[in-house]
Structures are given as structure tokens and as C-alpha cells.
């Protein structure tokens, strides 16, 4: 199985035996939206396709609607939420603390919320996505169960037509119009599945981190695999370990986590985080991240060895990623990189009472933070549990999955459940996995073969009206996403807002632009530690993928400087033409408009 064809919900994971069927999560966007126009000689026209609705869809979908545009969001889920729609494993919870993971658009909004816990559960951020879909009436442009197959640009229309696979009812295959097409298909959505010869013919169940099924799945008295340990499988072992029988951990690379130090989120701590939220905003944009971690202005050679040891504890005793930016050397150079990396180690090695596994779970062959940095809450104590084994692919490759579970190169092993915790076909996947083409036909897939080109990791140029929310070349997974997208989402508004006033009809970068971008992308990264490790930041999990470091490692803030440089030099690097028609059509704003479907609370 390719990473294009990993299963759909329908397809991952049969109910396991003994599971307990339950009904699906009862979000009011149960029903399936209107459907959109269907006749390839009369397609529905609209201003803009939005392509998802995780929280770049939606908040793109309520901009554009402030621009009094018609807009259609196309999502392949059955519910709003992206990522946090697909990711249910047990366990599933975001490394970034509730306090900074959310919209900060809406001041009212974030006013409101109340997060229940230090670090936000799936399942709590998920009510969040639903609560914001229903609070600013997103819900009637929004058509889930609907998955975008292509994207074909018109440049004699300067149209792009978009068309939908059918879905699972039989229903869809909508051909629709759109002057722009927007992708908020994510960085994380293409869930990664390995080849393993004789994985159909197992006669347990399987599933997905990334594609994790709505039934509850109990795994109690079962034997359990995990294969993978990155955050989605860090996250998971110590929950399974809880439930299964046995569980048996294959790891190809160990990871450097970070204790999460989990606890709950008091109401008095949130109001207090909440009576500055504005400026805690403002500053985060300016942070390398999009989070408010203590940076450190010192750099971790200059600092003697006590007083290292000092931060390293103060750190990991507050827990969480911010123990990478300990030093602000640490992605650059190596002896302060070392000095982090053997802290972990050596709590790895006083965590784990087995040396030998202690070893295995020891990271030596990148520098910490080079792979994204776990967060776990229990993760290596797991591992002095009897009934939790690890396995080391390295010296024993999985041969094949037999129908009783899986055989390596040293032994045979087996379960009734398989836990897929390999990842993704990171940011350029989704937008791999969409038959797209630009002007002349070019299909974006072949521009991108050699790896992704973008500008500002916004547009491609060929690729006119095509607009990419967190796209290969911008801070995207290296931030708080949702600050990212934020960002994104207003630069797109302003164009397009600006394209409205002047009667414009279409943008594209500019070639050279675009050239001159991607240099500096490889630039910046080249002078960090970052492109020496296999990871999905350079694409190297994916056999084939081309090897290159995707995001942008200038940092948020610089790159959000960079990004208003480009408008206020009249958008440099991006070229326009005008329409001899009026530009954009106009609409009612959204509080005037009256909504039939929606259940919104306010
Ligand atoms: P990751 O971080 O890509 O982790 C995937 C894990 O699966 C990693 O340990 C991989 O080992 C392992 N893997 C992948 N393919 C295989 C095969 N074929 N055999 C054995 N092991 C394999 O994905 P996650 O879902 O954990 O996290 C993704 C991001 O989501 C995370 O960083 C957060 O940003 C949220 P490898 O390291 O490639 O050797």
C-alpha cells in the first residue's frame, strides 16, 4: 500500500473483536451539506474553493466571507477538524499548552473558552473547531464527505475548474468553478501507511494513528503492535500499555521526548493568561515559533558545564518542547546540541531500569530537536512495565506481516492488533495527492518533483489564483500551526481584498521571485543542524520523496516581517492582471445573510 492509497476511515481499521460500537460523535455538521453543482456543462461558479476545514479551511472560509466573497469548502471528513477530525488514537493530544492553541482573531472567542487541561486532549480540541464552526455560521458553505480529486486552471477563463471524488453514499462528484482555489489540506493529512508485504492477509485488526476509526477500539486482554515512535507513537504506547495484554513497540529511530508534567488548567490561571491575551498574541507572532517559550539569548558554548545542567533541569522540570530553546545556539551548533541531547540520555538511562533497553531508546544518530520533539507524559517509564517489550528494527527488520502478526529477521510475534504510528507524507503530500494543474496544463505534482517551489510558500508560480495556507517554504510545522495559519489566512485576505479594490483578476509570483525565495530557504536551513537528519522535515521517511528541508527556518517573526515587506512594496514578487470585468463578485456581508442550516450558539 502506497501513501496514496492509506485507508480510509471506512477501510482502516475493522472493529476489533470484543470492541464496543458506538455511535458517532454527535457534532451538528453531521449532515452532509449541500451538495454543489454536479453538470459538467453547467457548473456551479464560485468566488473561491477552500480544499479542508481543520482551522486553516474554516477561518479562511470566515475571511472570505468578510470580503463579501462566495465561497465553497470542500472537506474530506465526515466533521470539521483536519488533523484533530483523523488523529482519535488514545492518547492524541497537542504539544503546544491550551492557552496558545487556539484562534487569536476573535477576541470574544478567546475570552470564552475554557481549556480543561496544561496541554489539550483531541477530543477537547475538536469541540473547540466545532464550537468556532458554529459560533461564526461556517457550517452551510461547508461540504464534508467530499474529497477534491483536481484542479484544472482556465487561463483563457482565468477559472479553475475543481472536481470531487464520489463519496462513500454514492453522492458527490461535484464539478464546481472558482476564480481561487485555496488549500487548507494541512500538513499532516496524508497518513503514511508501510508496504509490509502480507498486511492484507492479517487476521487481526489494524489501524492508523492518523486514521484512527470512530468506534471506541479496546484493546483490553489483547496483544498489541506498535510500530513507530514518533510523537503520534509516544503519545499512544503509554495509553495501550494500559489496556493491552502485551504490547510490543518496533522501533526503527528512537526520539528524544520531553515530560509534558500534564495537570489541569485552572479557571483562575486562564483568567489571568486571558487579561493580557491580546499582547501575549501580539508578542508570540514575533517569536521564532508562534509560542511563548523562554528563549534563551545565551548560547550554550559560552555557558560552563554547571551552569547547562542548571537550565537543562530548570527546563525539563517546567517540561514541554520549551527545553529546546535552552540555548540559542542549539539548531546550530553542535556542542550545545550534544551537551541537550545527552541530558535527555542520561534521563533516559536513570528513567528505564533495563540498560539495554535504556541504550535502544537512546537517540545518537541525530541532533535533539532535528527530528520534531516529543512530549509525553509517562513514555519511557512504559517501558519497566513486564508486559511492554521493545523491538529494534535496526537489528531486526520486519520481514513481512504474517496472518497471526508480525515476523522480523529474528523471530515471529503475534497480535491481535497493529497500531501504525509512521506518520505522514508531510506538507506536500495532500497537495500531491490532488490531480492540480496550472497554466498550459502543468500539473503542480511534476513542477514539484525535484521538491516544492513556492513563493513565500504561498503560491507557485504557473499556478495563477492558486493560494497554499502553511505551503513547503513557509514556518508552517515548525510554529504553533495555528498562528501560522492565522498569518497566512489575513496575507491571502489582504490580497485578495486588494485585488477587489483595484479590479484585479489574477496573481501569480513572479518566476525569479520565487527562485530567489526557495534559495533562501535552503539557505537558512543549510546553516542549521536541521537538513543532516532523516526526517519528515527533509521528506526522507517517504521512499522517493526527493530530499529537501521543506519549511521555512527563519522563524515567524522574521518571516512575518518579510511577508508585510512584500505588500508594502505594492506586493513584490507577485504579478497581477486586471480583469476587464469587475474583479471579484460582491456579497452581502455575513450578518446580513440569513442562515438556514447552521446551528451556531451566538
Ligand atoms: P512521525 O513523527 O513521522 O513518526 C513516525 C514513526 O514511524 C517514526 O518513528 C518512524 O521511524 C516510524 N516509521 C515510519 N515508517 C516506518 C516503517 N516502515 N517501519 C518502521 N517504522 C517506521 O509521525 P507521528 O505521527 O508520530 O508525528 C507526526 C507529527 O504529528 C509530529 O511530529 C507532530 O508534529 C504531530 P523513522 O524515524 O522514520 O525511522
Known amino acids: 500500500m502506497d501513501e496514496l492509497s492509506a485507508p480510509r476511515p471506512a477501510e482502516a481499521g475493522r472493529p476489533p473483536r470484543g470492541s464496543r460500537k458506538v455511535a458517532k460523535p454527535h457534532f451538528p455538521e453531521s449532515h452532509r451539506g449541500a451538495a454543489a453543482g454536479t453538470s459538467p456543462s453547467n457548473p456551479t461558479a464560485f468566488d473561491a474553493v477552500v480544499i479542508g476545514a481543520g482551522f486553516a479551511g474554516l477561518y479562511m472560509l470566515h475571511r472570505l466571507r468578510q ?124 497518513a503514511k501507511v508501510p508496504e509490509l508485504p502480507g498486511l492484507a492477509a492479517f487476521k487481526g485488526r489494524w489501524y492508523h494513528t492518523g486514521r484512527w476509526p470512530h468506534e471506541t477500539v479496546d484493546f483490553s486482554g489483547q496483544r498489541v503492535a506498535v510500530i513507530g515512535t514518533g510523537s503520534s507513537g509516544i503519545q499512544t504506547i503509554p495509553v495501550l500499555a494500559r489496556q493491552a495484554k502485551e504490547l510490543v513497540v518496533f522501533q526503527r529511530t528512537p526520539n528524544f521526548s520531553i515530560p509534558a508534567w500534564n495537570k489541569p488548567l485552572p479557571v483562575a490561571d486562564q483568567e489571568a493568561w486571558k487579561s493580557g491575551y491580546a499582547e501575549h498574541r501580539a508578542q508570540a507572532r514575533t517569536t521564532r515559533s508562534g509560542i511563548l517559550y523562554d528563549y534563551s539569548t545565551r548560547a550554550g558554548v559560552d555557558m560552563s558545564d554547571v551552569e547547562r545542567q542548571q537550565e537543562f533541569d530548570r527546563r525539563w522540570q517546567r517540561g514541554g518542547a520549551n527545553f529546546t530553546h535552552a540555548f540559542n545556539d542549539i539548531y546550530s551548533n553542535k556542542i550545545s546540541n550534544d551537551a541537550a541531547a545527552e541530558y535527555v540520555r542520561n534521563k533516559i538511562r536513570s528513567t528505564v531500569h533495563d540498560a539495554q533497553v535504556a541504550a535502544l531508546l537512546a537517540p545518537t544518530d541525530h541532533a535533539i530537536g532535528t527530528k520534531r520533539i516529543c512530549v509525553d507524559s509517562n513514555y519511557y517509564e512504559t517501558f519497566n512495565l513486564p508486559h511492554v517489550k521493545l523491538v529494534d528494527l535496526r537489528a531486526t527488520p520486519i ?96 490580497a485578495l481584498g486588494h485585488m477587489q479594490a483595484q479590479a484585479l483578476h489574477r496573481i ?87 442562515d438556514t442550516t447552521s446551528t451556531e450558539t451566538s
Open 67 to 190: 470580503l463579501g466573497l462566495r465561497a465553497r469548502v470542500f472537506e474530506a471528513g465526515e466533521g470539521v477538524g483536519g488533523t484533530w477530525y483523523w488523529n482519535r488514537y488514545p492518547g492524541a493530544r497537542c504539544d503546544v499548552e491550551s492557552m496558545q492553541y487556539s484562534y487569536s482573531f476573535d477576541e470574544a472567542l478567546q475570552q470564552e473558552w475554557l481549556w480543561s487541561e496544561r496541554y489539550p486532549q483531541q477530543a477537547e480540541i475538536l469541540r473547540y473547531i466545532n464550537h468556532v464552526a458554529d459560533r461564526f455560521a461556517l457550517r452551510r458553505d461547508i461540504q464534508l464527505d467530499t474529497r477534491v480529486s483536481s484542479a484544472h486552471y482556465n487561463e483563457g477563463e482565468q477559472r479553475w475548474t475543481v472536481q470531487t471524488e464520489r463519496s462513500s453514499d454514492g453522492s458527490g462528484g461535484d464539478i464546481v468553478q472558482a476564480r481561487f482555489v485555496i488549500s487548507a489540506a494541512g500538513c499532516l493529512s496524508m
Open 399 to 494: 520481514e513481512q506481516v504474517t496472518p497471526d502478526g508480525i515476523r522480523t529477521s529474528a523471530q515471529s510475534h503475534d497480535f491481535d492488533a497493529i497500531v501504525f504510528a509512521t506518520g505522514y507524507d508531510a506538507i506536500t503530500g495532500a497537495l500531491d495527492g490532488i490531480d492540480i494543474r496550472g497554466a498550459g496544463g502543468r500539473s503542480l505534482k511534476d513542477k514539484w518533483s525535484q521538491g516544492p517551489s513556492t513563493y513565500l510558500g504561498l503560491m507557485s508560480a504557473g499556478f495563477p489564483n492558486l493560494f497554499i495556507i502553511t505551503g513547503p517554504g513557509s514556518p508552517s510545522v515548525l510554529t504553533n500551526v495555528i498562528v501560522a495559519i492565522e498569518q497566512h489566512v489575513d496575507w491571502i485576505a489582504r
Open 508 to 594: 501569480a509570483p513572479v518566476a525569479q521571485a520565487e527562485t530567489d525565495w526557495m534559495l533562501h530557504v535552503h539557505e537558512v536551513a543549510n546553516k542549521t543542524l536541521f537538513p543532516g537528519t532523516n526526517s519528515w522535515y527533509t521528506g526522507a521517511n517517504i521512499p522517493g520523496k526527493p530530499r529537501v528541508f521543506l519549511p521555512y527556518i527563519g522563524g515567524l517573526g522574521t518571516y512575518t516581517t518579510i511577508c508585510e515587506d512584500v505588500i508594502a512594496a505594492g506586493y513584490r514578487g507577485f504579478e497581477f492582471s486586471a480583469s476587464p470585468a469587475p474583479a471579484l463578485a460582491h456579497r452581502p456581508t455575513p450578518q446580513v445573510l440569513r
